[in-house]
């Protein structure tokens, strides 16, 4: 008789095992979280598309999925076509400008008063080439991150087209194995993952409709890029509604003086607190059902413990633990008597989990 195997057939033990690999590989593979984020939204939004093209066209679905493929890759041809073109005309102008520009800026009443500053010419040249250094070390972490949406990008599309065996697969594996175990918690994983974008989405959004009402009162101008601004920058949890407040604080001081000033301090102020306090945890207990204190304790614990990052971890965390634990709950109980609902699957997630696995025609 194995005595390790029936040790870990145990119930304990094997939970035990089952989260010690859990952990591991997670803490393995966290450099590439960046990269999970990418493959499960793009693996969900080609999905829900490709299902919903056809339910509507009534062609088999791996198809449509190459047509959604061919929609996006035509957008981004056109949006580049447009880019490219506008960015030679500026290359051009300013091929032409080239030599007024230096003659202008080398008789400019700053670059002497900096260069009485900073000790003469040198030190100026010294100093671009160390800024230099980092704008360069700047650039590949953006390049970086391009790399990982391009990963990202063709992990989902191979996924998406090969759904239909990587689920038949995945029925052959026995629920309670270890294999089985993990792969359906990282199945968690992806879902919280999914839940989390959604929620910085709506927040995002959120901000930007209460911005845009003082924008338009104070008169500052590029409303329409400032709003892009403001979007993108509230997608990070709590931070970007700072840095994009502090950016507007200058814009308003050329607007309207102290005055904007203040009232964009005090709508940053304000962002801030509904942020932290209402939407995320109210948006967040639709999916882990617990107290708003607790949630908010758990995104000071998690800043506390890892830092900015922290503030991305919270939800998932909770969500993932939510979800095991519902499973512990329901293999010793038979009743899912826990924090999160199982049986409101299909309302907080963005696609019908029930429909991957039936076989389209």
Known sequence: MDRVASFFSERTPRRLLALTAFLSVLYMFRQMALLLVFFVTFERALGYASRKLSGVTGVARKRCVLLVLAGILLLLGIGAALGVGKTLRTYAEMQASYPERIAELKTHPFLHKLQEQIGGTERIVEGAKHYAGNAIGAASAVGHFFVYVLIGFVLALVYVLEEDEILAFHKKMDPRSLHGTLVRWFGHVADATVVTVQLQIIVAACNTLMTLPVLLLIG?????????????????????NIVSGAVLCLLAYQARGWGGVGI??????????????????RLTARHVKLPGFVLIVSLLACEHLFGF??????????????????????????????????????????????ALGEDEA
């Open 309 to 354: 990052k922290g503030l991305f971890l919270s939800f998932p965390i909770l969500f993932i633990a939510a979800r095991i634990r519902a499973e512990f709950v329901e293999e010793t109980e038979g009743k899912a008597d826990s924090p999160i609902v199982l049986g409101d699957g299909l309302e907080q997630l963005p696609i019908e989990r029930s």
């Open 220 to 240: 500052v101008p590029h409303i329409g890029a400032l709003m892009i601004l403001i979007f993108f920058s509230a997608l990070v949890p709590v931070i970007g």
């Open 264 to 281: 964009f301090i005090g709508l940053t102020f304000v962002l801030h607190k509904i942020e932290s306090y209402y939407l995320n945890p």
